[in-house]
């Protein structure tokens, strides 16, 4: 796992396929902005895909005619968009540049928004509770490899001396293995309260989507 995977954004990328602005991604830009506010378009580029299909028209012209719904989406976000071309035959210098002008744009909204990341009341606290649940987990396995012990301590003090050090030779790798991979099992127990957060401020707003006739 990363290991900056509970870092905040810099940045929100939405994707949508060019001339095709569907019932379900206008539902999904409706949920964003009732999940995360206003304030997460500051932090939103759109990227359109399949810019082939613009054939000899440019991307500004194809913007110009837009309909009300993307329009207004797009000047929520202050225009930030780019398109990438998604055919099999693009060549790889055109790959190339297609994403260092998503970068270009990326930086430069950074830079207006002075480095900020997006911030939101779901994530308040999170390196906090992230060294809690640290701290919580190394107490429990250190408990966890207490108890064992002296349970082979026990069960061993009339056998051989190598199978009790055979014993606690395995109980000792696996207690070093849990210590090694502590700081991603707090990640991964975080990242699902986090998870859960948004799955229950979605279900929360069921009943405002309305599902069109």
């Given at each position: 796992?990363?290991?900056?995977?509970?870092?905040?954004?810099?940045?929100?990328?939405?994707?949508?396929?060019?001339?095709?602005?569907t019932w379900e991604?206008?539902?999904?830009?409706?949920?964003?902005?009732?999940?995360?506010?206003?304030?997460?378009?500051?932090?939103?580029?759109?990227?359109?895909?399949?810019?082939?299909?613009?054939e000899d028209q440019?991307?500004?012209?194809?913007?110009?005619?837009?309909?009300?719904?993307?329009?207004?989406?797009?000047?929520?976000?202050?225009?930030?968009?780019?398109?990438?071309?998604?055919?099999?035959?693009?060549?790889?210098?055109?790959?190339?540049?297609?994403?260092?002008?998503?970068?270009?744009?990326?930086?430069?909204?950074?830079?207006?928004?002075?480095?900020?990341?997006?911030?939101?009341?779901?994530?308040?606290?999170?390196?906090?509770?992230?060294?809690?649940?640290?701290?919580?987990?190394?107490?429990?396995?250190?408990?966890?490899?207490?108890?064992?012990?002296?349970?082979?301590?026990?069960?061993?003090?009339?056998?051989?001396?190598?199978?009790?050090?055979?014993?606690?030779?395995?109980?000792?790798?696996?207690?070093?293995?849990?210590?090694?991979?502590?700081?991603?099992?707090?990640?991964?127990?975080?990242?699902?309260?986090?998870?859960?957060?948004?799955?229950?401020?979605?279900?929360?707003?069921?009943?405002?989507?309305?599902?069109?006739?």
């Amino acid at each position: 796992m990363c290991p900056h995977i509970l870092s905040r954004p810099h940045a929100i990328v939405f994707i949508l396929q060019l001339g095709r602005h569907t019932w379900e991604e206008q539902q999904t830009v409706a949920l964003v902005n009732a999940l995360f506010g206003e304030a997460a378009m500051k932090y939103m580029i759109i990227l359109f895909t399949r810019k082939e299909e613009l054939e000899d028209q440019s991307l500004s012209n194809f913007l110009e005619g837009l309909d009300g719904n993307l329009r207004s989406l797009l000047q929520e976000c202050g225009d930030r968009c780019c398109a990438f071309n998604n055919s099999k035959n693009t060549e790889q210098a055109e790959k190339e540049a297609q994403v260092q002008e998503l970068v270009e744009l990326i930086d430069k909204m950074v830079q207006n928004n002075q480095g900020a990341y997006f911030s939101d009341p779901i994530y308040k606290d999170i390196d906090q509770k992230l060294r809690q649940q640290e701290e919580y987990l190394m107490k429990n396995y250190a408990d966890t490899f207490n108890m064992q012990i002296e349970q082979v301590e026990v069960e061993c003090a009339h056998k051989p001396p190598e199978e009790k050090m055979k014993k606690i030779k395995s109980i000792t790798d696996k207690y070093n293995e849990q210590m090694k991979n502590v700081r991603e099992e707090a990640e991964k127990s975080i990242l699902q309260d986090v998870f859960d957060k948004i799955k229950h401020a979605f279900k929360n707003m069921a009943n405002v989507v309305e599902v069109p006739s």
